[in-house]
């Protein structure tokens, strides 16, 4: 596998309804609203389509891709500023609190990008990320280990971020539901043909890093798998298993 030197995802080389398959799945959400519940003026950065953002609140978004700008005002969001996270344009203290919800694999400077969210915020700032550590704690470790590597070097390790924020920080191991409505490729722990949809793959970014003729090899062996009844022959528990501890965590720092 090649080294990545840049992790951003281009959302705008391709169209893709990123808003139709990575919603917010209220039970994460929660979590993420509490740790900000006292706050009056949120910054969200990394906006992309307007997932998970507090609706009883002030938000302020910033997103640089045309396309997920495009798509917030199509999802009646609050329009976003075209600005990156390490290049924050707003005065220091601005903002009560800031979210960025798993976008922060997608920045080159990740620590300055958090540094800036610090800058400007009073209060919390709570990131919702991948533990990169932890990423093949299901079934995906036999069929998609070249996602797996593609991540590990794209997701930045939980101290990394911790650092960057300084401050008090407590980082939360969140359960993923069975019927998670947020796309992301540990949502479908349970529902293995997802991942033979064309469509739930485009809105998942580590495939777009992945080597020609990989994504092709890895759906058409899981195809095969579920076809013949393999994959339910060895992981059938996944479908009825209610929750899952794989790698998502909520990160907040006060």
């Not at 479908?188 to 890093?209: H, I």
Request: hydrophobic fraction near 40%.
């Amino acid at each position: 596998m090649s080294d990545i030197t840049n992790p951003a995802f281009n959302y705008d080389a391709q169209t893709q309804d990123y808003a139709a398959h990575r919603q917010t799945d209220p039970r994460i959400a929660a979590y993420i609203h509490n740790a900000l519940s006292n706050a009056h003026t949120i910054l969200n950065v990394g906006a992309g389509a307007g997932s998970y953002e507090p609706e009883d609140k002030y938000i302020v978004a910033v997103e640089p891709s045309l396309n997920m700008r495009l798509q917030r005002l199509e999802q009646n969001r609050t329009p976003a500023i075209n600005a990156k996270a390490d290049a924050l344009p707003f005065d220091d203290n601005s903002f009560d609190a800031s979210m960025a919800t798993i976008t922060v694999h997608h920045w080159p400077d990740v620590a300055k990008g958090l540094q800036e969210m610090r800058r400007v915020t009073k209060g919390a700032v709570a990131i919702l990320t991948f533990d990169p550590d932890a990423l093949d704690r299901f079934w995906n470790k036999e069929y998609m280990q070249a996602l797996i590597n593609v991540e590990r070097q794209r997701y930045p390790s939980i101290a990394s971020i911790t650092n960057a924020l300084g401050g008090h920080c407590t980082v939360e191991e969140l359960p993923i539901p069975l019927d998670c409505v947020d796309g992301f490729q540990e949502a479908f722990y349970g529902r293995p043909e997802a991942f033979l949809n064309k469509e739930v793959r485009k809105s998942q970014s580590a495939w777009g890093f992945l080597q020609a003729g990989e994504e092709e090899r890895i759906v058409q062996r899981l195809g095969e798998d579920l076809a013949s009844g393999e994959w339910d022959k060895k992981y059938s528990s996944y479908r009825t298993m209610p929750q899952l501890l794989g790698g998502l965590r909520l990160i907040t720092a006060r």
